[in-house]
């Protein structure tokens, strides 16, 4: 597939990055996929996706876990060198699943857009022992 100016991998995926996790087999250290994101000109980044463990959280009461994935976005080239010494490499984003035979959406922690403030997305029923940072 092809655009004006990139060459689109077939393993490209579709932005929707809480359902490629929940598709990610228990046990893989480390995995790594296309994205084509919509900053003011269109780019090609990698995402890195790695677990980070489990946390506990409670639904009503009652305790479960979630495991925790931190995603690096990286911006690759010249570009994405130069973009930490500026200040202007994208920061990390947590997100949590909750695993088993159907895996499940919980929380993320991350901005929304470029240079956009760390916001938090969870289900509303979820109680956190402490809110960790996002990239911790």
């Known amino acids: 597939m092809k655009t004006d100016h990139l060459d689109l991998p077939p393993d490209l995926v579709n932005g929707m990055v809480p359902l490629v996790i929940e598709n990610i087999r228990s046990g893989v250290a480390e995995t790594t996929v296309?994205?084509?994101v919509t900053t003011p000109k269109l780019r090609l980044v990698k995402l890195i996706i790695s677990p980070r463990g489990e946390e506990p959280f409670l639904v009503v009461g009652s305790s479960r876990k979630a495991i925790h994935y931190e995603?690096?976005?990286e911006?690759?080239?010249?570009?994405?060198?130069?973009a930490p010494?500026?200040?202007?490499?994208p920061p990390n984003?947590?997100?949590w699943?909750?695993?088993?035979?159907?895996p499940t959406?919980?929380?993320?922690q991350g901005p929304l857009f470029e240079d956009g403030p760390i916001m938090t997305i969870e289900l509303a029923s979820p109680v956190w022992p402490d809110s960790p940072k996002a990239g911790s």
């Open 93 to 95: 984003i947590d997100l």
């Open 97 to 102: 699943i909750v695993g088993g035979q159907a």
């Open 71 to 73: 995603i690096k976005i």
């Open 34 to 36: 296309p994205m084509l």
């Open 105 to 108: 959406f919980v929380r993320e």
């Open 75 to 82: 911006i690759g080239g010249l570009e994405g060198m130069v």
């Open 85 to 89: 010494l500026v200040g202007k490499a």
